[in-house]
């Protein structure tokens, strides 16, 4: 390694504060912007970095976790013993079978492809699936491998203009349901050929609410690879925006319903950024699109309706670190009127978090219960969640930790 390397915090037994600055400079964060995400001053931050103060407990940890988004709990802290993945989820056993079928180009025609109505109606069967499932990655992961192949099929038979464009829209379609199943799964490569080939069959499909889909799933990828891809995230978004804003006169509800998702998501990402009103003047403009749908309607990709705007006020309002807004937000949100079991879960999830932020954790842990019920597999897949459940583990209240305990034994992540 050239001696002007930046070290590597993997490689040797560096101090917590050592690591905490080499991941800190690596997700090109300053001090500042750290110290801000987890409550404490520059000066502090900076003598944490120093080891000019003891390491911090717990729920600073894991606080520092959370805004460096550590994917391993040992990375940080350095101890083997503390072996925890945070924001990652494990792997599914559907992972590999999926990826096979992802990453298999057959250049001859083995596959007869199928009617394009007919995987269209097998697509939307997936994704109502995927809605009403508990266990939601388990069943589309078990649907993936034959509609991804069934899809490129379709594209390399087709015979006319048409004929292809009307197929590289159900591959779009199929790579973005493989991207909801591959998100928080331990191949981030597989997540990133997924949202590149889906973007470039949306382009190629020439449809305009594929498109809007394809960049909503792109900006996601990257906001969520850390602050660095902010700027990339908001590009695609404002892009899909500029894109679809010529439409929305006279769109279809789903084409108004993408916008309005991807108005919504730069809201997202300015909250990430702690701009406050920049963050609740897209969730406005996102509020103002979803009362122009039905109060029935429901998108069968983003969720995105009248109904779940109440539950992104709550995302804003957390991520913005604002505790009372958020439980507010909280209590206003009709949980029950979303339909979609993995989205409920994520909402409750985001309740918890708002909890655990108001100094509520007992709330916070009660809360992830019901996500757990709503839907197991997007708990044990969400950082967020198992942040929460591992601090409360270790709380000095005993029915707490039991409680937190128990929930760390439901979704995999204490040994029964």
């Given at each position: ?78 101890h083997p013993d503390a072996h925890v993945d945070l924001f990652i989820g494990p792997g599914h056993p559907r992972l590999a079978a999926v990826k096979a079928a992802i990453d298999t180009f057959p250049l001859t025609a083995t596959v007869e492809a199928p009617p394009v109505a007919h995987l269209q109606a097998r697509l939307d069967r997936a994704w109502t699936a995927r809605h009403e ?284």
């Amino acid at each position: 390694m050239p001696s002007d390397a930046t070290p590597d915090p993997y490689a040797d037994p560096l101090k917590f504060g050592q690591r905490v600055q080499i991941l800190r400079e690596r997700r090109g964060m300053t001090r500042t912007q750290l110290a801000d995400l987890v409550g404490v001053s520059p000066h502090t931050l900076k003598k944490i970095e120093n080891g000019q103060q003891q390491a911090p407990g717990l729920e600073m940890v894991m606080r520092i976790a959370e805004a460096l988004r550590v994917r391993d709990l040992a990375d940080l802290t350095g101890h083997p013993d503390a072996h925890v993945d945070l924001f990652i989820g494990p792997g599914h056993p559907r992972l590999a079978a999926v990826k096979a079928a992802i990453d298999t180009f057959p250049l001859t025609a083995t596959v007869e492809a199928p009617p394009v109505a007919h995987l269209q109606a097998r697509l939307d069967r997936a994704w109502t699936a995927r809605h009403e499932a508990p266990n939601h990655r388990e069943v589309i992961g078990k649907l993936l491998p034959d509609l991804i192949r069934d899809a490129q099929a379709l594209v390399r038979q087709a015979d006319t203009s048409g004929e292809r464009r009307a197929a590289q829209g159900l591959l779009a379609q199929s790579y973005s349901l493989s991207q909801f199943f591959i998100a928080y799964q331990p191949d981030s490569s597989l997540l990133w050929r997924v949202a590149e080939r889906g973007m470039i069959a949306a382009q190629e499909s020439e449809d305009p609410h594929t498109i809007g889909v394809a960049a909503w799933l792109m900006a996601q990828a990257h906001r969520d690879s850390g602050p660095r891809h902010f700027d990339a995230a908001d590009a695609v978004n404002l892009e899909a925006v500029r894109f679809l804003e010529p439409l929305l006169p006279d769109a279809s509800d789903d084409v108004l319903a993408i916008a309005g998702a991807l108005e919504f998501e730069l809201g997202y990402t300015a909250a990430r950024r702690r701009a406050t009103g920049t963050a609740w003047r897209h969730w406005d403009k996102a509020n103002d699109m979803a009362d122009r749908l039905a109060p029935d309607y429901y998108h069968p990709v983003t969720s995105f309706s009248q109904a779940i705007m109440g539950a992104h006020a709550v995302t804003v309002a957390v991520e913005l670190h604002q505790g009372g807004e958020s439980v507010r937000q909280a209590a206003r949100a009709d949980t029950m009127t979303i339909k979609s079991r993995p989205r409920r879960a994520r909402h409750r999830i985001e309740e918890a978090r708002a909890y655990q932020l108001d100094g509520q954790p007992d709330v916070a842990i009660a809360t992830l219960a019901k996500a757990y019920e709503a839907a197991s597999e997007t708990i044990k897949y969400n950082g967020y969640a198992r942040r929460i459940i591992l601090e409360e583990a270790e709380s000095k209240q005993v029915d707490r930790r039991r409680r937190a305990s128990e929930l760390a034994v439901e979704i995999g992540m204490l040994a029964a």
